[in-house]
């Protein structure tokens, strides 16, 4: 069963188009929404971050925007770069007992910047 | 200051072997955590850890042991690898605090014949 469901599976974007990854997600007990980028042969690294309260957040070029009545998430690339190229991750995050995050991931899209 | 560490990065069994993948950091994380990735199946966590002598399971934990003795690392046991382990490993590490983002290193590629 798959807690965050995460489209398009790849996309491809022109030099300065944006780029739109959508998520949605059904555990209400989620309370934090982080999206990772990764690079070939290179683990996960945050990008961007939002609580469920917020409905945007915007750093640089990158936007998350939040729906919390519609359980769903995405985010947006402005000014797409050939460097944004890279799979992007979307998750959702609990407190585990004890402390500490329990991330769930959705499946990756893998964006390609093009020229 | 390294960050998180992981060895091997490459290795391949035969079924039945077993293996130790290795995990390490040093920014004093008490939050560790394994996850392996398939494709099209993003990241789904094996194992979690809140501090020394307390393991948790997390979404996929058959076959797999962990155990945390110190702080600083937490290894991953596979016991009998089957070809269905064959995946990309990432460990991660993260405060206990409030802060949400963890620490990826930089994977294992295991292959299971």
């Known amino acids: 069963q798959q807690q965050v469901k995460q489209s398009p599976q790849s996309l491809i974007v022109q030099k300065g188009g944006i780029s739109i990854i959508n998520c949605a997600y059904e555990?209400?007990?989620?309370?934090?929404f982080p999206w990772y980028q990764q690079f070939p042969g290179k683990g996960p690294a945050l990008l961007i971050a939002?609580?469920?309260?917020?409905s945007e957040k915007k750093e640089g070029r990158f936007t998350i925007s939040f729906n919390k009545s519609a359980k769903q998430f995405s985010l947006h690339i402005m000014d797409s770069q050939p460097g944004d190229s890279a799979t992007y991750f979307c998750?959702?995050?609990?407190?585990?007992?004890?402390?500490?995050?329990?991330?769930?991931f959705g499946t990756g899209t893998q964006l390609k910047v093009e020229l | 200051n390294a960050g998180v560490t992981q060895t091997p990065k490459f290795q391949v069994l035969k079924t039945g072997q077993s293996m130790t993948l290795q995990c390490a950091q040093d920014?004093?994380?008490?939050?560790m955590s394994w996850y392996r990735q398939d494709p099209g199946m993003g990241l789904r966590l094996i194992h979690y850890?809140?501090?020394?002598?307390?393991?948790d399971q997390g979404e996929v934990p058959n076959g797999y042991n962990v155990s945390r003795s110190t702080t600083e690392d937490f290894p991953l046991r596979l016991l009998s690898a089957a070809p269905s382990q064959t995946s990309v490993y990432f460990c991660?590490?993260?405060?206990?605090?409030?802060?949400?983002?963890?620490?990826f290193g930089p994977g294992t590629r295991l292959t299971v014949t």
């Open positions: 991660a590490s993260s405060p206990l605090s409030e802060s949400y983002e963890q620490y």
């Open positions: 555990n209400t007990a989620f309370d934090y």
């Open positions: 939002i609580r469920p309260d917020v």
């Open positions: 998750a959702a995050s609990i407190r585990s007992t004890g402390g500490g995050n329990k991330l769930t």
């Open positions: 920014m004093n994380h008490e939050y």
């Open positions: 850890s809140v501090g020394a002598g307390i393991t």
